[in-house]
């Protein structure tokens, strides 16, 4: 093994430990007891594990109900964006039409603006829509802030399909949505995998945005805002910090295990020669 490969692959190793690590932690610490885990003994391990953290936050008032919301958020964005994302990468890739850079461009200013600073705007703009306290108003920010980034990447995968498929295809009297769809669509669905999972990260684990909009609708609350509940003023529940924090990942876990292979496909482009 050559001193590059050897170099390499520690320096992998060494960064799939660090990213590891935080995970396994987590889910340790969500297995001790309480007193262990407030313990100046700091241990990589448990001698007695236990479930009575997860027993608490399964058990736990309206936790189920968090669950779906957040489920149907991340959903409802990843179908929609990928949708959007999809039809608009067509057009601003086959159609020629004017301010067609300037559009381009505006989907990289959209994702320099930091979030932070269009929090108290949106605030205002979803109570004037009357959204307020429900979850279409996650959906919708979190629809305009997955788009810029799906539209950018699309384009990318749709400029890599030759448009001689798509002539050829018209040519032998497919219509241009029968083109669309049973053409293009299976040829960047690789693509959309990719960026389906930054959407459905981004709204799964959205915090500022679920605090600010939901403000007196607890039953339209998402899991990253109700964990606050074990944040107590005297004394932090951290086992059940850990418990729902494990239990929040293994939904994303289970989403990118489901599109892993379209989504290496994906990264590696649209169309292989």
Do not use: C
């Not at 219509?175 to 669905?189: D, E, M, N, Q, T």
């Not at 899991?223 to 932090?236: G, S, T």
């Amino acid at each position: 093994m050559s001193r590059s490969r050897l170099a390499a692959d520690t320096v992998a190793v060494v960064v799939a430990f660090l990213t590891a690590f935080p995970i396994y932690w987590m889910v340790l610490s969500a297995l001790k007891p309480a007193g262990e885990i407030q313990s100046l003994d700091v241990r990589p391990w448990t001698l007695s594990p236990t479930l009575d953290h997860f027993e608490r936050v399964l058990t736990g008032e309206n936790f189920g109900r968090y669950l779906l919301n957040s489920a149907a958020v991340a959903l409802t964005v990843v179908v929609l964006s990928a949708l959007v994302a999809f039809l608009a990468a067509v057009a601003v890739t086959r159609f020629h039409f004017k301010f067609r850079t300037t559009v381009l461009i505006m989907f990289l200013i959209a994702q320099m603006v930091p979030v932070e600073a269009l929090t108290i705007p949106l605030f205002f703009l979803m109570r004037d829509l009357g959204v307020l306290n429900t979850l279409a108003s996650l959906v919708l920010v979190q629809l305009a802030f997955s788009l810029p980034f799906a539209i950018w990447m699309m384009r990318g995968f749709v400029a890599a399909v030759p448009e001689s498929l798509e002539e050829a295809a018209m040519i032998d009297g497919a219509s241009r949505p029968v083109v669309l769809w049973r053409i293009l669509f299976p040829l960047v669905a690789p693509g959309l995998v990719a960026t389906s999972v930054f959407s459905f990260i981004t709204a799964w684990n959205d915090f500022l945005f679920a605090r600010t909009f939901i403000i007196s609708a607890k039953d339209s609350q998402t899991l990253p805002a109700a964990l606050l509940v074990f944040f107590k003023p005297d004394e932090n529940d951290w086992g059940g910090i850990m418990a729902a924090s494990t239990l929040m990942t293994i939904p994303v876990l289970i989403f990118f295990v489901a599109v892993q292979r379209k989504l290496v496909s994906g990264l590696g482009g649209a169309v292989k020669d």
